[in-house]
């Protein structure tokens, strides 16, 4: 069975400071991690994505993401914030094997104050 | 490209409404898929397309069904619509295959609001 979990509902940092968004997962087998960023009313955009290959992933507008698999997390950083990441963070497994049924975590909402 | 379309952007239905939501992609993607969104809970599959002409159901299927009338559109249609239908529905399509190709990244629409009363 696959799950995901995202550790934090809420993150509030200040601009100019470093971003943590933490995401643990649970998987039979080896699976494709994802992270998307959903602006407020829009869709949801692609961020990065883990497959296999490298275990740190760089994505788009400075964040990376590092697949840990002992500790079974794949956090998502960025080392300095801007006003517009504020924004809803989805961490989301997909397992290679056996149906690659897609899990959505609930969601992390980052605040980045001015 | 437009990427992936939904209409309309906003709906507010009575109970026992009926409506339909449409989805349309650009991409020649084979897969196609019928998310909610409601507060704390993530995206929940209600059914997918894994290509054109097969459907199957997601994890919340009860109260909609879909079509897939090409392989360009994907709608999904609630016959009686109910409050707890209240959310907001996506899009998204893929290039891979219903739930297969772990490593495809899907392509999401704008979302649509959806106010049952």
């Known amino acids: 069975a696959q799950s995901v979990t995202q550790l934090d509902s809420h993150v509030s940092v200040s601009e100019g400071t470093p971003v943590l968004l933490r995401c643990n997962y649970s998987?039979?087998?080896?699976?494709?991690l994802f992270w998307y960023v959903q602006h407020p009313n829009k869709g949801l955009q692609l961020l990065l994505k883990y497959t296999s290959a490298a275990t740190l992933v760089k994505g788009i507008n400075g964040f990376e993401a590092e697949f840990k698999k002992s500790e079974t997390s794949f956090h998502l950083t960025k080392p300095s914030a801007h006003m517009s990441d504020a924004a809803e963070y989805f961490c989301?497994?997909?397992?290679?094997?056996?149906?690659?049924?897609?899990?959505f975590g609930a969601g992390t909402r980052l605040f980045v104050k001015a | 490209n437009a990427g992936v379309t939904q209409t309309p952007k906003f709906q507010v239905l009575k109970t026992g409404q009926s409506m339909t939501l449409q989805c349309a992609q650009d991409m020649n993607h084979n897969s196609m898929y019928w998310y909610r969104q409601d507060p704390g809970m993530g995206l929940r599959l209600i059914y997918y397309?894994?290509?054109?002409?097969?459907?199957d159901k997601g994890e919340v299927p009860n109260g909609y069904n879909v079509s897939r009338l090409n392989k360009r559109e994907f709608s999904l249609r609630l016959e009686s619509a109910a409050p707890s239908q209240t959310s907001v529905y996506f899009c998204a399509s893929m290039s891979g295959g219903g739930l297969a190709g772990g490593t495809y990244e899907q392509y999401f629409g704008p979302g649509t609001r959806l106010t049952v009363t």
């Open positions: 397309s894994a290509s054109e002409g097969t459907t």
């Open positions: 998987s039979s087998y080896s699976p494709s």
């Open positions: 989301v497994v997909r397992g290679n094997t056996g149906g690659f049924k897609t899990i």
